[in-house]
Each structure stands twice: as structure tokens, then as C-alpha cells.
């Protein structure tokens, strides 16, 4: 495993959407090495040029997923719910031995401000029992405004809560949270991201019933490390 | 129904326990009549003395739980989860026209710091489809360090999520809350109380890892009102 701090490569699955291409930006201008993955390979590449362009770059490249995943470091899952299994069991050969972040929020549309879990709790857990033990998977970010990302200069007001059945694996993604600028909380066990699963709908509801665009949640009580 | 910011008449089924205890005291000392509820009148009496000596008055009294139900305008439940399908379908036939508020966390021992929610989702809506519609069931509370409450002059660094399917008596509770110094967020339907329920193992997760004795949330992105 890699120490936390050093520079790693990070493929960001779903990374043309909105939520997985914030996090891409960020990393790449914070100075690691991006892959963009898509479905589409083409799709891939013009998003991953989009970012270069925003941080005049060339931190960021694009690929169809199976190949962003096996040329990474660290693996993220950034598409919508609906994708989710089907994205994971596509490139499940090259996730062995690597941490993959999962930022998958199970809303099941029309209802998102309503909590919908699938039975037996987190959504991750089940991605988790679908690989086993030879990959670390972590489940953060759920909670973050894509749209805040997407803005380098902007502070966002929102912890990220990190669960994972590794707690060293959770200790690095804490740690690749707060190189973009983000609080971060080893939040414990995969079984807690119920939690950040959940707290989209709940944070939705009050954007709906406060009529603001972006609440979100910070931890007190622990200074921040 | 009562309108919110009048005076009520508040039962708390498990208040000579430390939580029911800690908002007992704080209603009581915020001026509200506090029927505290047992299974044993007796001990229910002694800690209504208790909050009595405390604020120096006589806003606290003590039932068994059935009767503290029946005098109140408002009944909270603050057993534990063990406890909680019994003590309600005990006072049931009292609860009829009225809010109670579940402050129930579904804590599965001995991994407290593990979210282990009953099948389905949040405890609190088996509650709800045990009593019917007759009753409007609110979940909150569940985040509050009793330590805090029964200190009254603390200020507590945590957010209560309140959450009812039936909305108006969701903003009653984050009235209520509000009365008694804590900021309060109408978090939408009663589903939603899954973010509540498993935020409690969560908190207990970060207060291990970081070694603070109350870690918390709070809501960010809206002004306070």
C-alpha cells in the first residue's frame, strides 16, 4: 500500500458526470495523476480536457472504465445508483488489492428527499460482499455538492463522513479529502455509511423545506487534525 | 392541537433515565408541566423530586407510565430500543390525537459503535404502523448527549433532525427543542429518521477514534431561525 501523502493515481468512474468530475478537478489540481472513466472512452478523454484546461494541466486523461481502473492507484465510483453494480462487475478484475470509494447515494427518483435504502441497509455493503476481501472498499463524499467542487475557489461547509471495514483505508481517503480542501472523519465501519447514504434525502429535504441551495453537515466536538 | 409556543403538558415514558431525564429537567426548566413515566410510579416520583430541587419548583411530577400518558398533551419516548414496542403498546390506547415523540435509538449491544437498524429501515416507523394514523409519531433527539441536557448551563454544540410524516407536528417538536437551547431542523417524512438512528452508532464510532467524550453534528448552509 502506498503511504498517505504521496501522490497516486486516481481513476474517477462516472468521472464526465457532475459529482465524479468535481472530485476529478480537485485531485488533479491538488497534483495527482487523474483518469476519467465513461463508458464512452471519447466522452472520457473530452471531460479529462475540460479539467486540464481549468487548471492548464495535464494531470487529467480519460478511458473507457475497465482501463481507468487498471491503471490507478485508488479506484472511485462516482455513477448513479442505477449504474452502480453493473459498473462495479465491469471492471471488478482490475480493483485487486486497491481501495475503491464508493460515492454512490442509493436516491430512488421521484421521492429523493425521501430515505429509501435498499433492504438490509448501505448500498456499499453490498458492493463490498460482491468483491470480498481483496479490495478495500470505502464509502465517502455522498454528502458534497458537485456543484461546489466544480469551483476551486469555493470553501465548502460539509464534512465528509469515511466508513470502511480497513481503517487504514479510510485513514487515506480521510487524508486524499482534506488535500481538496474538505473536513473528513474516519466515521468507522462500512456498515455507518447507512448514514452518509441517508443523509443525501435528508439534506435534499431541507434544501426543499429551508429553500436553500446547498445545506450540508459538519461534526463538532472534535477539533479538526 | 395545541398551537406551538404555548405551554404544554409533556409525558417522558423512561424519564428517570438519563436521557428522558436530561430533557425532562430542561422542559421543566423552561417552564413546561413534566409528567415523568416508569413502569414504577415510585421511581418516576423520586426523579420528578429530583428535577423539582434542581430548577426550584414544582413544574415535575411522577406516574406510571400509562398514567403520565393520559395527563399529557405531548408524550416522549426515551426507553431503550428493548423496550420500546412494549412501553408503547402499554400506553397505546392513551396516545390517541397525540404527538409522541420517539427519541429511540435502535443501539445494538455490545458493537453500539456499529449501525445495526431493524430490518426495513428507522425503528421509529414500525412505531407509526403500530399506532396508525391516529397518532402522529416524531422521531428526534436521538443525537443528544444526556450529559449535556442535565447540565443546564451548557450549551450543546449538536443539532436535533426532526423528522414526521405529518409536518406540522414535526415544527411543534422543533419548537419544543428550540425552547430548551437546541438548534432543531424539520428533516422531512418519518423515513428519514434512519439518518438520526444510525447517526447515534456513528457519533459513538467517532468519539472511540478521536477520543472526545461527545462528538456531534450540526447543519450548515442555513441561517438559524
Chains 1, 2 share one sequence.
Not at 49 to 61: H, P
Not at 88 to 98: F, Q, R, T
Amino acid at each position: 500500500m502506498s503511504e498517505v501523502g504521496t501522490l497516486k493515481s486516481i481513476a474517477v468512474l462516472g468521472g464526465a458526470g457532475k459529482e465524479g468530475g468535481g472530485l476529478a478537478l480537485r485531485w488533479a489540481h491538488a497534483g495527482h495523476k487523474v483518469i476519467i472513466g465513461s463508458r464512452d472512452a471519447q466522452r472520457a478523454q473530452d471531460a479529462a480536457n475540460e479539467i486540464n484546461a481549468k487548471i492548464g494541466g495535464t494531470n487529467a486523461s480519460g478511458a473507457a472504465n475497465g482501463d481507468a481502473a487498471a491503471q490507478a492507484d485508488i479506484v472511485v465510483l462516482a455513477v448513479p445508483f442505477s449504474a452502480q453494480r453493473a459498473t462495479v462487475e465491469s471492471v471488478a478484475d482490475a480493483l485487486a488489492g486497491k481501495i475503491l470509494i464508493d460515492v454512490t447515494v442509493p436516491l430512488v427518483p421521484p421521492k429523493v428527499s425521501r430515505v429509501q435504502l435498499p433492504d438490509g441497509g448501505s448500498a456499499v455493503e453490498a458492493i463490498q460482499k460482491l468483491l470480498g476481501e481483496g479490495v478495500k472498499v470505502v464509502s465517502a463524499f455522498q454528502n458534497i455538492s458537485a456543484h461546489h467542487l466544480t469551483h476551486l475557489d469555493e470553501t465548502i461547509d460539509c464534512d465528509v463522513l469515511v466508513c470502511a471495514d480497513d481503517a487504514a483505508a479510510a485513514d487515506e481517503v480521510v487524508a486524499l479529502a482534506k488535500e481538496i480542501g474538505l473536513g473528513a472523519w474516519n466515521a468507522g465501519v462500512l456498515a455507518n455509511s447507512v448514514v452518509s447514504e441517508a443523509l443525501t434525502s435528508v439534506l435534499i429535504a431541507l434544501n426543499r423545506r429551508y429553500k436553500v441551495p446547498d445545506s450540508g453537515i459538519r461534526i463538532t466536538g472534535i477539533t479538526p487534525q
